[in-house]
């Protein structure tokens, strides 16, 4: 048996892993720090732009569902937020990247919810695919240069009265003290955005 051949396979396969993961390590595949300014028109037909709210401290964007379970349970969440900041120099936006979700179907929702921040609809998710976002509900806070201060979840569970962890409420909070976020990233998770095929 030629032990040294068998030494050499090994040596490679580690050295291999090894580069892979700190390849993995620096790129940080999926994760943007910025963003660029983009138009969309609200469910009413109004066109809005990210140039519009650059002396908002902080633009909240919100990537929501009308029929997502995950994110339904959280629109008291969200319509309490924005009413709670709504004195603040924080603007709120909602988008819609789903499909199969019409204008129609987001003013309904939006009415019936109590979700008075404007809500955008991203056709053929051209600006999901744009943040890299994958769930409903995913939360991007960008200052006024638009680079990504804080991507996650509302807060660390579906269910209300469990929550531990309000992560949205604060990093706007710290934001608005005039301090650095203290944690930048926390895991979104919710239901897919439905993409259209491409």
Known sequence: MNFRFIGLIIAVFFTSNISFSQEGFH?????????????????????YSL???TDSEAIVILF?????????????????????YSDKPI????INSN?????????????????????LKDPNNIIA???????????????????ILYHGRIDDSRRESE?????????LDEILDGKEVSITETKAFGCTIKRVDK
């Open 27 to 47: 790129e940080s595949p999926g994760i943007i720090e910025s963003v660029e300014n983009f138009t969309l028109k609200d469910y009413s037909g109004d066109e």
């Open 51 to 53: 140039q519009e709210f």
């Open 64 to 84: 929501i569902a009308t029929r997502c379970p995950v994110s339904n349970a959280y629109n008291q969440r969200m319509a309490s937020l924005h009413k709670d």
């Open 91 to 94: 603007t709120f936006l909602g």
């Open 99 to 119: 499909k199969q979700e019409d204008i129609g179907e987001i003013k309904k929702h939006a009415k019936e919810n109590g979700l008075e921040f404007v809500i």
């Open 129 to 147: 695919d744009k943040f890299n976002a994958k769930f409903t509900p995913e939360i991007f806070v960008l200052n006024s240069d638009f680079n």
């Open 163 to 171: 929550v531990e962890s309000m992560d949205l409420k604060v990093a």
